[in-house]
């Protein structure tokens, strides 16, 4: 006769054989899945920590970095009445020298982060995007702008480069 037994408690306890050919594929496609999983959440919840971390401030000497990456020498200030450059915090940031006094302000426009510029003829910071105005002092007075430009206070570091300081109103 066959070889199949015919009882089935005989069937049973014989061992099953599955294919296994397919199970290290099956493996990788779940590792897969998992990492797919892992990344995506991942990137989901890093910015959302980012957000509502505080932010870290640099303690020590901020100083006006120049367009070549090097720091602004004080004495820059001597030929040239308006210095940009990089400041606190890696922020744009314009130095005025305006009616014998050194200013620093913030080269971000408080309404939609555009850069202003400085019009020395009529003493004020122009805001080219909407028209924003800042006066001397980087206090607006016209335009969308909701709140004055954030000022910094200038002095030369005993490197002798434009030192920078955020004053807290």
């Known amino acids: 006769m ?10 049973q306890s014989e061992p099953q054989h599955r294919d296994t050919s397919a199970q290290p594929r099956r493996n990788f496609l779940e590792w897969l899945l998992g990492v797919v999983v892992a990344v995506s959440a991942l990137t989901f919840v890093a910015p959302m920590v980012a957000y509502l971390s505080p932010r870290r401030t640099r303690k020590g000497t901020n100083v006006l970095m120049g367009s070549d990456g090097r720091p ?6 001597n030929t040239n009445p308006v210095v940009a450059g990089v ?3 890696g922020e744009p940031t314009l130095v005025v020298k305006y009616s ?6 913030s080269a971000v426009c408080t309404h939609l ?10 003493s004020e910071f122009l805001c080219p995007c909407h028209g924003g105005v800042f006066d001397a ?4 007075v016209s335009g969308p702008p909701p709140k004055p430009l954030k000022r910094y206070k ?16």
């Open 87 to 89: 400041g606190v915090n």
């Open 154 to 169: 200038v002095f030369a570091t005993a490197e002798g480069e434009i030192g920078l300081e955020e004053v807290r109103a």
């Open 72 to 77: 602004v020498p004080y004495k820059e200030l």
């Open 137 to 140: 002092n980087g206090v607006n």
């Open 2 to 11: 066959s070889d199949v037994p015919l009882d089935p408690e005989q069937r």
């Open 113 to 122: 982060g555009c850069l202003v510029k400085w019009n020395a003829a009529k």
């Open 100 to 105: 014998g006094e050194v200013r620093a302000f």
